[in-house]
Structure formats: structure tokens, C-alpha cells
């Protein structure tokens, strides 16, 4: 069974530091691993989405990598400002179509 | 830009009441699926479906049916509305692609049962 580990389960850095989030998966066998965001009380908002035959996917001061064989993903946060702080959670999709989605890393950037 | 829209931000019902939540999206999507949240427990999912009039049950079925009459719609229903169902309920919904199958989220309905 698919299970999906996020550590550490809360984060604080000050403003400007570089920051990693880590993602873990226990079954190689994924289609796509998904980043997302999550503010409080709200819904999720996709940052990035890898496919199983890519190594890593950018979007502006984020980067994000996948090593398939490792059952590893990095979220890579450069630059961090207050307003990044949210909820990270990371996704797999696996076959059947579901996504299984990590805990989640909460990060707080402090001015 | 994508929006899926949930119609009720927040929602009180009383124990053994029948609950519709609504769910729509605007881009035309295949698959649309509803997970629910719980500290503790994370994102954890209900229903999906991949057409109109199709249902895929998903980890946690019970207690729950859903209805997709028309694409752009699904709506997630509590049969008979328990304390253990109050949760913060997401609506999702995705292309059918092999290589851009972002997932898009509504904004929650918060579901208090008494």
C-alpha cells in the first residue's frame, strides 16, 4: 500500500532563507508526484506537478524534484518571504487514477 | 483560470439529516473527486468519477453516495448526517491528460454535524 510521508511536520525559518521540504513515498510505482499549497481554511492550490519520467519541474522562486527509485521528492524554496507561509503537501498519483497525499509541512517565514 | 466552486463555505446540520454538497467546475473537466480533511488524518478520499453518470467509491465510501448528472457538477451526499462526518470537505477536479493532470481545488466546506 502507497503510503506518503512528509517531514518535518512544521517548519520555521526567517525571511530570505533558502528552505527544502522533503516528501517521501513507499512505492516507486507513480504516475505523477503533485506539490500543492494550502492556506488556512482554504483549499489546495497545485505549484507543481512531475511527471514519473521527469527529474524536476521550476516555477518562479520554486523548484521541485523527483528521484523515482528513491521513493524522494524536494520542494525547493529559494528566497523565502512571510507570504509563503502555508501548508505544503505532497501528492502521488498512483494507478487506479487516486492521489495520495502526505501530511503536510506546515512553514511559517518570519519577518 | 480554473475555478471549482462549492456552494456552501460553511454548513450546520443536525445528526440524521440528508446533506447535498455541490460542487462545479468551469474548464470542462472529465475527473472530479471529493476528498475530505481531518487533523491528524490528512486528506483522505470519498468519491471520484471520470464521466458524467460514473462513480468510483474511494477510501472512505462509507456513509456517503455522490451524483454527477452533468459534467461540470458533482455533488457529494450525506445520506443520514452523523458527528462523526463533521470535516472539512474538498471538491476537486482534473483534465483527462497524460501530461497535465493538475488537480484543481474548490475552497472547502466546512460541515459542522450536531
Known amino acids: 500500500k502507497q503510503e506518503v510521508t512528509q517531514i518535518p511536520a512544521a517548519l520555521s525559518v526567517p525571511e530570505g532563507e533558502n528552505l527544502v521540504l522533503n516528501c517521501s513515498f513507499t512505492d516507486s510505482a507513480i504516475y505523477n508526484l503533485q506539490w500543492f499549497r494550502q492556506d488556512p481554511g482554504k483549499g489546495l492550490t497545485s505549484l507543481l506537478l512531475i511527471q514519473s519520467s521527469q527529474r524536476e519541474q521550476t516555477s518562479g522562486r520554486l523548484n521541485a524534484s523527483l528521484d523515482k527509485s528513491s521513493g524522494r521528492s524536494t520542494l525547493y524554496i529559494a528566497a523565502s518571504q512571510p507570504g509563503d507561509s502555508a501548508t505544503y503537501l505532497c501528492?502521488?498519483?498512483?494507478?487506479?487514477?487516486?492521489?495520495?497525499f502526505g501530511q503536510g509541512t506546515e512553514l511559517s517565514v518570519k519577518p | 483560470d480554473v475555478k471549482v466552486t462549492q456552494s456552501s463555505r460553511y454548513l450546520v446540520k443536525r445528526t440524521g439529516e440528508k446533506v447535498f454538497l455541490e460542487c462545479v467546475q468551469d474548464m470542462d473537466h472529465e475527473n472530479m473527486f471529493w476528498y475530505r480533511q481531518d487533523p491528524g488524518l490528512g486528506l483522505r478520499l470519498i468519491y471520484f468519477s471520470y464521466d458524467v453518470k460514473m462513480k468510483e467509491k474511494g477510501d472512505i465510501p462509507e456513509g456517503y453516495s455522490v451524483s454527477r448528472e452533468k459534467k461540470e457538477r458533482f455533488s457529494l451526499i450525506l445520506e443520514s448526517a452523523s458527528t462523526n462526518q463533521t470535516s472539512m470537505y474538498l471538491c476537486a477536479s482534473s483534465p483527462w491528460s497524460s501530461t497535465n493532470e493538475k488537480l484543481f481545488f474548490g475552497s472547502g466546506t466546512q460541515l459542522s454535524v450536531l
Open positions: 501528492a502521488v498519483k498512483i494507478q487506479g487514477g487516486k492521489l495520495i
